[in-house]
């Protein structure tokens, strides 16, 4: 089983669900002997907004990460989280596996399976795995 997915995508939102996901993503990847690419989307209106705090979120991550002696590509990608995720990033960075929490920051998609988490389910073109 080693190797079958070369390229995981995890994305984060903040939220506790995709803090789970991400770390659950690191242990696959060390399991798969596969790259990880952690990306945090943000709608374009957000650009300069809070990107200290964003940029120290993603280095606690990709810290984690490296003490599990994983090595990760990390982005702030800015744009529709849904497309961004779904479409342009698996292919840009060749994904063949995305792992993701079920439900994100916001209110609403918590009463949902997350409109975000839905869109990927039904449009990527590559597995997805959903944590909970």
């Known amino acids: 089983m080693d190797d079958i997915y070369q390229n995981i995508l995890l994305p984060v939102d903040g939220s506790q669900e995709s803090i789970n996901a991400f ?7 060390k399991l798969w002997g596969s790259q990880v690419f952690l990306v945090h989307v943000l709608p374009k209106d957000d650009k300069g907004l809070y990107i200290e705090e964003q940029n120290s979120f993603l280095t606690a991550l990709e810290n984690y990460a490296n003490k599990q002696g994983i090595h990760l590509h990390k982005e702030i990608v800015y744009g529709e989280p849904r497309t961004q995720i779904a479409d342009k990033l698996i292919e840009r960075w060749d994904i063949d596996l995305i792992i993701m929490g079920a439900t994100g920051k916001s209110g609403l998609a918590k009463m949902l399976v997350g ?3 839905s869109y990927i389910l039904r449009h990527a073109k590559c597995d ?3 944590s909970r």
């Open 23 to 29: 770390k659950q993503g690191i242990q696959q990847a």
């Open 115 to 117: 409109s975000v988490t």
């Open 128 to 130: 997805v795995i959903i």
